[in-house]
């Protein structure tokens, strides 16, 4: 079946800094790949998407390319606020509907 | 606004007691779908509808039921026979639209067993 793995957390950065936050994923078949994000106590929006090899999905300073080559879809951003302090999950979905696999998700907590 | 509501947002549950989790959208969409949240687990697909009056089982849908009889509401019954219900549940909705489709999601329950 299909499964996403992303890195565990929590990750604790300071403000500024570089953060990386790696999904890989298995799929049997052409997957559009997501960057979901949980603020506390909410539930989750979506921060950005791709839906075709080599596709970069971009929001909010986020990024995420997706590589079909290393299976994998890892979100980026240079620079991190104390406002990015939230959990990221990376999801895939293989049909139109929108059903979605998940990841685990990976707590992010930036002090200042 | 359009958008997901999810009611209560705090629910306390006695064991043996089944419990009813609202989920009312108002984006016209096809689909919904229920997922549980555990701590470091991610999100587990319960159950989902494409259609009202249709439903199909996800991956764990032991102890849960569901009805689709109005294309805007979705409730979950947590029953006496789920083992261990206390968790967060998120109620999400979709349309299908080629592969750019996004779910979007309610703000949560969190159910606790007393």
């Known amino acids: 079946g299909d499964s996403v793995t992303q890195m565990e957390g929590p990750v604790t950065l300071s403000e500024e800094a570089c953060l990386t936050i790696?999904?890989?994923?298995?799929?049997?078949?052409?997957?559009?790949l997501f960057w979901y994000v949980q603020y506390p106590g909410e539930g989750l929006q979506l921060l950005l998407k791709?839906?075709?090899?080599?596709d970069k999905g971009s929001n909010k300073g986020f990024e995420a390319t997706y590589r079909k080559e290393t299976t994998s879809f890892h979100l980026e951003k240079g620079s991190v606020q104390v406002s990015d302090s939230a959990v990221y999950f990376c999801?895939?979905?293989?049909?139109?509907?929108?059903?979605?696999?998940f990841g685990a998700g990976t707590q992010v907590v930036v002090t200042p | 606004d359009g958008g997901i509501t999810q009611s209560p947002k705090y629910l306390f549950r006695k064991e043996g007691q089944n419990v009813t989790l609202s989920c009312e959208q108002n984006?016209?969409?096809?689909?919904m779908y229920w997922y549980r949240q555990d701590p470091g687990q991610g999100l587990r697909l319960i159950y989902y509808?494409?259609?009202?009056?249709?439903?199909q089982k996800g991956d764990i849908a032991e102890g849960y039921s569901v009805s689709r009889e109005k294309k805007e509401s979705f409730p979950l019954t947590v029953t006496s026979a789920q083992k261990n219900p206390t968790a967060f549940y998120l109620c999400?909705?979709?349309?299908?639209?080629?592969?750019?489709?996004?779910?979007?999601f309610g703000q949560g329950t969190r159910l606790t067993v007393v």
């Open positions: 999400a909705s979709s349309i299908p639209r080629d592969r750019a489709t996004e779910a979007f």
């Open positions: 999801a895939l979905t293989t049909d139109s509907w929108g059903k979605l696999q």
């Open positions: 509808s494409q259609i009202v009056n249709d439903f």
């Open positions: 984006l016209n969409h096809d689909a």
């Open positions: 791709a839906t075709k090899a080599d």
């Open positions: 790696n999904c890989t994923y298995t799929a049997t078949g052409y997957p559009s």
